[in-house]
C-alpha cells in the first residue's frame, strides 16, 4: 500500500483536469443556478407600488366544501382593501349547501357584495372548471377579477390589495402563490417549491408562461379577448397555464410573491392532490410556448450537479496516493452546498413551504427522477384530461 502524501508534484494532467471541471461546475452553480432560485425568495422581498385601487371582483369556485367556503368568505370579507369588493361564488353543482352558505353570509354582512350562480350538474362532456370561471367572470361587476377556490385561505387581510396593486400601476395580469398546507414528504414539498421556482423565475425574468389556479388575477376583458377557453375547449384543465400563456406577456405581468399575498390551499389528502395537480400540469405543459428556457436551465443545471459530483470522484481517485487533490475537492462540498441549500430553503419560506436542509442535496440531485416518473404516469392516464374521452 503506497504512502500518502501531499504535494503539487506527482499530479498527472488528468487530476488537474478533474479538479478544473469541479471547479468550473461549482462557479457555474454558484454564479448562476443559486442565483436564479434566490431571485423568487429576493422578489418576494420587493415592495409592492403604492396607490389608488380599483373596484374588484373576487371569483370563488366552489368543490361543494361548506365550511371551507365558510371560511374563505370570512376571510374575503376581512380583507383591508379600500375600494369596493365583489364576491362571485360558483358551485359546480357538487352541493346544495353552497346557495344557503351565500344567503346566510348576505344576511349577516348586508354591506357586502356578493353573487351566486352554479354550473348544472347535468353539464357533461366539457370542463366543468373552466365552465365555473367563465360563468363568474361573465357575473362580475367590475374590470379586474381575482380568482381562488373555496379550500384557500388568504395568509393576511392585505392579499387583495397586493394582488391588484400591480394591476392598479398599469399591468393586466398579476401571478401569485398558493402553498398546499400539510403537504406530507420532504420530496413532494421540494417539488412543488422547484416546479413553482421553475415557472416563476422565468416570469420575473420577463417570460410569463403558467400561474398558479389557486391565487391569481388579470383584467376582465383579457378573457374576453381570448374568447375565454376556447383555444382548449377539449381539454379538462389549463386555466391557469394553456390561458395564462396565451394573454400574458413581458409588459402586462407582475409576479406578486411578497408573503402577504400567499394563499394557502387545505385539502382533506393534500398528497392526493398534490399528485393531481402535478400530473395535470405534466400534461399541459407539453403545448405550453416560452416554457424551454426555464425547464432547460435546470435541467442542465443539474447536469452540471452530476458534473461536478463526477468529476470530484474521479480526481480523488485518480490522483491518490497524492492526496492533495482529494482536499481540494473536498473544500469545494461545502462552499456549493452550503449556498445552494440555503439558496432552496430562503425561496422555500417565501412561498411558504419548509425544507428541511439534511436531504436537500439528495432531492436536488435526484428529483430528475421523479420528473421523469410523472412524465410517463401523465401519458398512461392522458384518457382523464380531455372532455371528448369521458
Not at 430553503?345 to 440531485?365: D, E, K, Q, S
Request: aromatic letters at 12%.
Amino acid at each position: 500500500m503506497e504512502q500518502i502524501y501531499f504535494s503539487f508534484d506527482n499530479i498527472e494532467a488528468v487530476g488537474w483536469i478533474a479538479v478544473a471541471v469541479a471547479i468550473c461546475a461549482a462557479v457555474w452553480l454558484l454564479r448562476f443556478y443559486r442565483a436564479r432560485v434566490l431571485s423568487v425568495a429576493e422578489a418576494a422581498d420587493a415592495s409592492e407600488p403604492e396607490g389608488p385601487l380599483p373596484p374588484v371582483s373576487v371569483i370563488i369556485t366552489s368543490s361543494g366544501n361548506v365550511a371551507a367556503l365558510e371560511k374563505v368568505l370570512e376571510d374575503a370579507a376581512a380583507q383591508k382593501y379600500p375600494a369596493k369588493v365583489e364576491l362571485v361564488v360558483v358551485n359546480d353543482g357538487k352541493s346544495g349547501d353552497i346557495a344557503d352558505v351565500v344567503t346566510r353570509f348576505g344576511l349577516r354582512y348586508p354591506d357586502r357584495e356578493i353573487y351566486y350562480t352554479h354550473v348544472p350538474d347535468e353539464a357533461r362532456n366539457l370542463s366543468r372548471r373552466k365552465l365555473c370561471i367563465s360563468l363568474g367572470i361573465k357575473a362580475c361587476r367590475y374590470d379586474y377579477v381575482v380568482l381562488t377556490s373555496s379550500e384557500c385561505t388568504p395568509v393576511s387581510d392585505r392579499w387583495l390589495s397586493l394582488m391588484i396593486s400591480p394591476i392598479a400601476a398599469g399591468k393586466e395580469v398579476s401571478l401569485g402563490f398558493g402553498y398546499i398546507a400539510g403537504l406530507r414528504g420532504a420530496m413532494n414539498r421540494f417539488d412543488e417549491v422547484a416546479t413553482a421556482t421553475t415557472w416563476l423565475s422565468e416570469a420575473i425574468k420577463g417570460n410569463p408562461y403558467r400561474g398558479c389556479s389557486f391565487n391569481l388575477a388579470y383584467r376582465k376583458q383579457l378573457f374576453f379577448d381570448a374568447k375565454g377557453f376556447a383555444r382548449t375547449l377539449v381539454l379538462h384543465y389549463g386555466d391557469d397555464d394553456l390561458f395564462i400563456n396565451q394573454i400574458t406577456d413581458r409588459y402586462n405581468t407582475a409576479v406578486v410573491l411578497s408573503h402577504d399575498a400567499l394563499v394557502s390551499a387545505n385539502f382533506d389528502k393534500p398528497s392526493a392532490q398534490f399528485r393531481e395537480l402535478r400530473l395535470r400540469h405534466c400534461f399541459t405543459a407539453r403545448m405550453l410556448h416560452g416554457d424551454a428556457a426555464a425547464r432547460w436551465f435546470f435541467r442542465f443545471s443539474n447536469i452540471m450537479l452530476w458534473i461536478w459530483l463526477a468529476a470530484t470522484v474521479a480526481g480523488a481517485i485518480l490522483t491518490l496516493p497524492n492526496a492533495l487533490p482529494s482536499c481540494i475537492l473536498l473544500l469545494i462540498v461545502p462552499a456549493l452546498w452550503i449556498p445552494v441549500v440555503m439558496a432552496w430553503r430562503r425561496t422555500g419560506a417565501a412561498l411558504g413551504v419548509r425544507l428541511g436542509a439534511a436531504f436537500l442535496p439528495f432531492m436536488i440531485m435526484f428529483r430528475w427522477i421523479r420528473t421523469v416518473l410523472w412524465s410517463v404516469i401523465c401519458g398512461m392516464s392522458s384518457r382523464k384530461n380531455h372532455t371528448w374521452r369521458n
